[in-house]
Structures are given as structure tokens and as C-alpha cells.
């Protein structure tokens, strides 16, 4: 049928031909009425013949008129003029997809934007009840503002079995060409060529296939003829990716196309999330904004899951850990012999945020698992999850890191199934080492834990030690609710706060409800009951509890390095059994070679009984292994303070703040490194900081005023301490001011406290021990603490 220029049906006047398809001739026309241009699709005859055919296209258009969305192109009328059915939709300038991938594959960063506004728009419409049937990238336009808006939503015909099987006897060129079925075969779902009803997961299958086809130029499945590409589209397994796709955006486009409707994405809106996830995770950034010189390899191998904030940058800029730490670090070859790895944190591709906690869990677990491995030396938890959604290459990553090899993947959660995509990237030849994708029972996590670590390390070559192969050839079948508990509240405690320790302390609880037998359950209450003890007032419950804990969970499992340091910590703090707590602490870190916690806790012994050496290397160890943990950091400079090295403690200080600025114990620690030095102006300026942020540290201003001859002020500041209820550290810092003042009758008084704070023996190093120690009373008190006679040679 043609139609003249100045041929009106209805208010629309017919200006020109636009194209022609399987449903009817596209013609530009002007709306006489609203004077606009609109796309006129003017329905064929053979369609209209069939009344019940042609009733429920009018319907299903009229429906998809509703769809108000920036990436669906509008229907505006559905309407009838001169024996003619016709639609007027918004008129649509650009490209199609088609012709835009002709040239080849588009960018990757240019794929996840077009990729997120298409499943924005399928989104909407499966929102709403609306199925496209016929998505494909002939019906997607890219418009001058490089936007993409989806044509034809609700103008599909259904297709029977005998057009589908007349596509099959096609041949290859009657299959490039335009039509209800030749056009579509490429994209249709398995379960159409099977005669069953299209929904939104038949839409979710030709997604993955726009996907495919405009990151690579071709589409996934090929054929010489009709019945050739629909055997392949029905029995074939997925050509693979190229390695130049990113992990991320492969396993998204491998969902999309899974053969089963039910293992794929069920929605548009749950692939939008992925693909928002990779974007944030700096796939995009990475790929357009990288320096020249370095490998197409390397430039691709990259992932989401990586996430630093500007100041963490920027602390590196300004030299974070290339001073003296380092230069100290790098003398000592009892850590930089081992191969030094990162497992940056898994991105979870679900769709569903409240799944996050798998992906994270899946980041601690590996973590810990490789840090078993002695030849390892594994980046910290803390410090990993500082990358978490950064828009850094992976080079940076690992200079930052001071990792040779980077860990990257993704995580997909579907019921009881887990599907887990990793990739080994060496930083320094800038090039993927080895990538894998598991499929596996949520039950048998813990054991593909294991799979993924044995592999890792042979990819780097490093041979397990005989305990090590044993170890890892007994990973164990867990409680899937059990586990699933375990994760939540580890993604709960590893947010460092004490609401959260409560919340994760609630998970491991539900955790041992369901399996009473599981060794990790326990592991979590002693670490969240540990947490509690310290950032709440080392309540000597919490560490009771702890211990008690502990100890289930070493009988069920002797080998869990985390549980020796929580039994440690609750041996130091709670009853100050200091050959056992240290005991412990070397016990997790034979487990555990890896374990930051351990080296910071008993570099502190180290210091409380005068060892001095070993509580510097202990402490830069912890920092090698957590270099962006705030709190390891800060106490580098407070170690250097105490030793009476006062402007190394100064440097640290300071750096510690340029990393996370509103830290206030940052601000504490270098308030006593500047009253050191007698800088008590800038003292001063710190521990009011410090006390603004944490109301609890307000008495190192009064050490502070007192130490600066500024008595009066420093009354002034233990008389509005003693206005609190009483409590362990209140009574710790009432008792350092009391020091600071002179005032030992006093400072006894609430150095002899209880319950005492876990901290008060540590009095014996702090700033201003001296006139402690010169007491008569003193021998006593550190027969009271469980410490030798003899006070620790700390210069003051």
C-alpha cells in the first residue's frame, strides 16, 4: 500500500515514506491538530482480515500507550480513517542499533549505558504488564543526543508454530532481511521456538542478545539457515565471550541467556541494577579514562567492586606509605618473600541489594582462605573494601595495595544456587592470569571457597604445604540458613560500629539456632561480642561471653585464626593473662600469616612488657596488611609516641587524618604526639577535635592543658568529666588527667576502678607514666595487672 504525500487519515497528514516491516509501512506525518511530526504505522490488510487478530493488536497497543518512559518511544492514538488502521507514535530521529554495531563493537562503557536505559525500559514496561515480544536491535533507536529509545512496544505479532517453523527453512540471506520472523529468529528465546508464549524472561533473553551483539559486533548464536540457527539458539552452549569483555558485564550477559527462563533475570529492572553496579563499580572509567602505554590485556581485565573515596587518593598522592613505614617495611624479608595479593571485593549482580551480603561474605571468605596459604601475603578485609565501587584502574589499585596479583569477581545468588565468575589480574604484567566460573549449591559455598583459593594459587605458582593440602581437602557441606545467618552477620560486624556488632551478634545467634554443630556460628558471636567489648566499655560480660565462645568454636574447628585472636583478646583484656592471650595470638598467626587483627593486638603486648623491637615490627606488619584501616594506622603514630619518637608519631598523625579526616582517635593519638614535643597549641587544637567527634576521648584535653601548665582549664575539664555516670573509660581517662595534674590519690582511685576498661594497664606507657611510676603504690598496682616487676624501658 502506498500512500501520496498529503494523503490524510484522520489529523495526520502523510509527509513521507519512512520504512516498511513484518507490521505494516512506517510513514512521517504531521498532526494537524497539536502540529508535530509523528511515525505513522499503518497496519497491513492481511492483519486487519483477521478480526480477533486485529482486536487484540488494538487492545495490546492501546495498552502499551500507557508506557510513559524516556527510552520507550510514546504511542499516542490508536485510530481508524478511509478503511485503514493505523497507530501515530512519537516520530523517533537517529540510528538504529542495527546500523550503529555495523561498524563493529561499541565501547564497553558506551554498552553499559545503552545497556542500563534498554533494561530501564523493559522495566517499565514489565512493570506494567506489557511484554515487547519482538525486542531486538532493529527496534532500538540511538538518537543524536546518544540516547536509545525502544520501538514498537505492543506492535509484536504473535507468532504460531507455523511461523516459526516456516524461519527455520529459510536461508541465510532471507534471514538478514526485515520481516515478522526472519528479523526476529536471532532473538527469540528457546521457549518461543518451542511454541510457548512469550513474558518479560523472553524479552530478558533477546536483551542478552542486543548485549552480546553490540559488545562483540555479532550475535551470539549463528546459522547458515533457519533450522541451523534455531538449533543453535535451542542446544548450543553460549559462544564465550571475548576476554576483552569485562567478568561483570560477561556473567550479566551469560544470565540473560541462560537456556531455562526461570535461571535468568526475571525483570528488566533487575538487570538494570547489575549493570549500574558495574558502572559504579568503574568498568566505564577505567576503560576510557586510562593512561596511554599500558596493554589492551590489562586496560580490559577489569571489574566493578572497586571503591576508594577522593581522600583515600588523595592520601596517596601526598606519599601514604612510601616514607618511613615502608622504607622500614621493605628492609624486613620475613613478609615481602611471600606473593603479595588482594582480593578486591565481589560485585553482586543479582539485582536484589539485599543480596549484597553474599558477595561481600564471598570477599572475607576467599580472603581468609588464601591468608591460610603461608606463601600468600593477603591484603586485609578493611583495607580491600576500601575499593569497593572506585573508578581506579587496576594498576593503581595494586600500587596501592602493594599487591603483585589482584583477586576480582562477581557473584549472582539465585535461590539455593550461586553462580561465582573470578579473575586473577597481575598487576605488574598487566595481564589476566586466570579467570573461572562456578555453579554450586548455597551449601556447598565453603567448599568452592576452597576450589577458588586452590586455584588462585597455582595460578601464581605457589605450591600448598602438606597441612595446607589437608586443610583444604575438608571443606564441609554447611546449614544453608545457618550460613546464610553467618554472612549477614559478618557483613553487620564488618561495618565497625556497635549498633552493627549488635545486628551481626543477632545473625550469629539465628546461626546457632539452626545448626547448633557449626563451628563458624561461634566464630562469629566471640568476634561480635569481642567488637562489643571494645567499642562500647569493655564490658567484662561481652568478653566473657566471648571466651565462652571461642572456646565452641575451636572444638568444633581447631582452625580458625580469628576465634584464637578473639580468645586472645578476651585473655589480655578481661583477665590479663598475657602468656596465654600471646600464646593464642601466635597460634592464629601460624593459621593465619595473614591476620592484620593479630599483629596489631600483640604488637601491644609487645610494648606493655618492654619488648620494643618486636612491637614496632608486629605493628608495621599490621599496616602492610591493612595500610587503609584508620584505627592501624593511627596507633603507628601512637607506637611511635610512646617510644619517644615523636616526629615520626607527628607524620603518622597526620597522615592518618589526611585518610580519614573525621577519625577521632586520629586527632587523640596526635594531640599526645604534639604534647610530646611541647607543640601544646596544636595540641591542644587536636584534642579538642578528638573531643568534639567523640564526646568519651574528652579527657585527653585535660592531659593536655595539664601537661601545658594550663591547670585551672584542666580542673575545669575533669570536673565536667566527673559529671558523667561512672563507668570503665571514664574512669581510664579521669585517671590519665588525675596523672597529668599530680593528683595520685585520685588517679589511684580510678586506676583501681571496676569493672576496669580493658586498656587501664597500658597506664604504664602512656604520656606522663613517669610520676606513676615513681609511686610507692605502683609495684602493687602491677601486681594487680598481672605485669612483672619491673616497669618497660619506654622513653618518655
Known amino acids: 500500500m502506498t500512500l501520496a504525500p498529503g494523503t490524510t487519515l484522520g489529523p495526520y497528514e502523510v509527509q513521507g515514506a ?72 512519537e516520530l523517533v530521529e537517529g540510528q538504529t542499533l542495527t546500523a550503529r554495531v555495523a561498524g563493529g563493537a561499541l565501547p564497553v562503557g558506551q554498552v553499559l549505558r545503552y545497556g542500563q536505559q534498554l533494561a530501564q525500559a523493559l522495566g517499565h514496561a514489565h512493570s506494567r504488564g506489557v511484554v515487547h515480544r519482538d525486542f531486538k536491535s532493529q527496534n532500538v ?98 559462544t564465550p565471550l571475548p576476554s576483552s569483555v569485562p567478568a561483570p558485564l560477561a556473567a550479566v550477559i551469560d544470565r540473560c541467556l541462560a537456556k531455562e527462563p526461570g535461571a535468568r533475570y526475571q525483570r528488566g529492572d533487575e538487570v538494570r541494577a547489575a549493570l549500574e553496579a558495574i558502572q559504579a563499580g568503574g568498568v566505564d572509567h577505567a576503560l576510557t579514562g586510562r593512561k596511554p602505554g599500558l596493554s589492551r590485556r590489562a586496560l580490559l581485565a577489569l571489574t566493578a567492586g572497586l571503591a576508594a ?67 600468600l601475603r593477603v591484603t586485609s578485609l ?110 553487620h560486624l564488618n561495618k565497625g560500629t556497635l549498633a552493627e556488632a549488635k545486628n551481626g551478634l543477632a545473625c550469629f545467634e539465628e546461626a546457632v539456632a539452626e545448626d547448633p554443630a557449626d563451628p563458624l556460628a561461634y566464630a562469629g558471636l566471640a568476634l561480635a561480642h569481642v567488637e562489643m567489648a ?5 564490658r567484662t560480660d561481652s568478653l566473657v561471653k566471648a571466651k565462652a565462645a571461642a572456646a565452641t568454636a575451636l572444638k568444633l574447628d581447631d582452625s580458625l585464626a580469628e576465634v584464637y585472636a578473639a580468645r586472645a583478646m578476651a585473655e589480655a583484656y578481661l583477665e590479663w593473662n598475657w602468656d596465654a592471650a600471646l600464646r593464642d595470638f601466635d597460634r592464629a598467626l601460624d593459621v593465619d600469616p595473614s591476620l592484620a587483627v593479630a599483629y596489631f593486638h600483640r604488637a601491644w603486648l609487645h610494648l606493655l612488657f618492654g619488648r620494643m623491637g618486636q612491637a614496632e615490627q608486629d605493628q608495621l606488619r599490621a599496616w602492610e596488611l591493612d595500610p587503609f584501616n584508620p584505627e592501624i594506622v ?50 591542644i587544637a587536636a584534642a579538642k577535635k578528638a573531643g568534639e ?39 581510664l581517662g579521669r585517671a590519665q588527667v588525675c596523672i597529668a595534674l599530680g593528683d595520685m590519690d585520685e588517679a589511684f582511685r580510678w586506676l583501681n576502678y571496676e569493672p576496669h ?20 603504690r605502683f609495684p602493687e598496682l602491677r601486681r594487680r595487672w598481672n605485669l612483672p616487676p619491673q616497669p618497660a624501658s619506654v622513653s618518655h
Open 18 to 89: 519512512l520504512g516498511a516491516g513484518g507490521m505494516g509501512e512506517v510513514w512521517r506525518a504531521r498532526d494537524t491538530r497539536l502540529e508535530r511530526d509523528v511515525a505513522l504505522k499503518v497496519l497491513p490488510a492481511e492483519t486487519l482480515a483477521d478480526e480477533t487478530a486485529r482486536a487484540r493488536l488494538v487492545r495490546e497497543a492501546r495498552l502499551a500507550s500507557q508506557l510513559n518512559h524516556p527510552h520507550i518511544c510514546t504511542i499516542y492514538e490508536v485510530g481508524d480513517a478511509g478503511g485503514r488502521t493505523f497507530i501515530a507514535m
Open 141 to 238: 533507536v540511538v538518537t543524536p543526543e546518544d540516547q536509545v529509545k525502544v520501538l514498537d512496544f505492543g506492535l509484536a505479532k504473535r507468532l504460531t508454530t507455523a511461523d516459526v517453523a516456516e524461519a527455520t527453512t529459510m536461508s541465510l540471506p532471507s534471514l538478514t532481511e526485515p520481516g515478522v520472523v526472519a528479523g526476529t529468529l536471532a532473538y527469540m528465546a528457546p521457549e518461543q521456538l518451542q511454541g510457548k508464549p512469550a513474558d518479560a524472561r523472553s524479552d530478558i533473553w533477546a536483551l542478552g542478545v542486543v548485549l552480546y551483539e553490540i559488545v562483540t559486533g555479532k550475535r551470539p548464536f549463528q546459522g547458515r539457515t533457519g533450522f541451523e540457527l534455531s538449533s543453535a539458539i535451542l542446544s548450543h552452549p553460549l
Open 309 to 375: 573515596a577522593l581522600v583515600v587518593v588523595g592520601a596517596l598522592s601526598a606519599g601514604l606509605g612510601l616514607g618511613v613505614l615502608w622504607d622500614r617495611l621493605r628492609s624486613g624479608a620475613a613478609t615481602s618473600a611471600r606473593h603479595s595479593i588482594a582480593v578486591l571485593p565481589f560485585v553482586n549482580l543479582s539485582g536484589d541489594p539485599d543480596q549484597e551480603f553474599i558477595a561481600d561474605g564471598m570477599t572475607d571468605a576467599l580472603i581468609a582462605d588464601l591468608s591460610r596459604i603461608r606463601a
Open 382 to 491: 578493611t583495607s580491600a573494601m576500601k575499593f569497593k565501587g572506585a573508578r581506579q584502574a587496576l594498576p593503581e589499585i595494586a600500587r596501592a595495595l602493594k599487591a603483585k596479583t589482584l583477586l576480582t569477581g562477581s557473584v549472582i545468588r539465585e535461590a539455593d544456587r550461586v553462580s561465582i565468575r573470578a579473575q586473577l589480574y597481575d598487576a605488574a604484567a598487566e595481564q589476566q592470569l586466570w579467570t573461572e566460573s562456578y555453579v554450586r549449591e548455597f551449601s556447598s559455598l565453603l567448599v568452592l571457597q576452597g576450589e577458588v583459593a586452590r586455584a588462585v594459587a597455582g595460578a601464581v605458582r605457589v605450591r600448598l604445604r602438606p597441612d595446607e593440602e589437608t586443610r583444604f581437602a575438608r571443606p564441609r557441606q554447611v546449614n544453608s540458613a545457618a550460613y546464610e545467618a553467618y554472612l549477614r552477620g559478618m557483613a
Open 534 to 538: 571494645h567499642s562500647a566499655e569493655a
Open 634 to 683: 593511627a596507633h603507628v603514630g601512637a607506637l611511635y609516641s610512646h617510644l619517644g619518637r615523636a616526629d615520626e608519631a607527628i607524620a603518622e598523625g597526620l597522615k592518618t587524618l589526611e585518610m580519614a579526616p573525621e577519625f577521632p582517635l586520629g586527632y587523640a593519638f596526635l594531640a599526645d604526639s604534639y604534647g610530646r614535643k611541647g607543640m601544646y597549641d596544636e595540641a
Open 693 to 731: 567527634l567523640s564526646p568519651r576521648l574528652r579527657w585527653y584535653l585535660g592531659r593536655v592543658y595539664a601537661a601545658a601548665g594550663r591547670k585551672e582549664e584542666a580542673r575545669a575539664v575533669l570536673a565536667e568529666l566527673s559529671q558523667a555516670k561512672p563507668s570503665p573509660f571514664g574512669a
Open 757 to 776: 576498661h580493658a586498656w587501664v594497664p597500658w597506664t604504664t606507657v602512656l604520656w606522663g607514666a613517669d610520676a606513676l611510676r615513681k609511686d610507692p
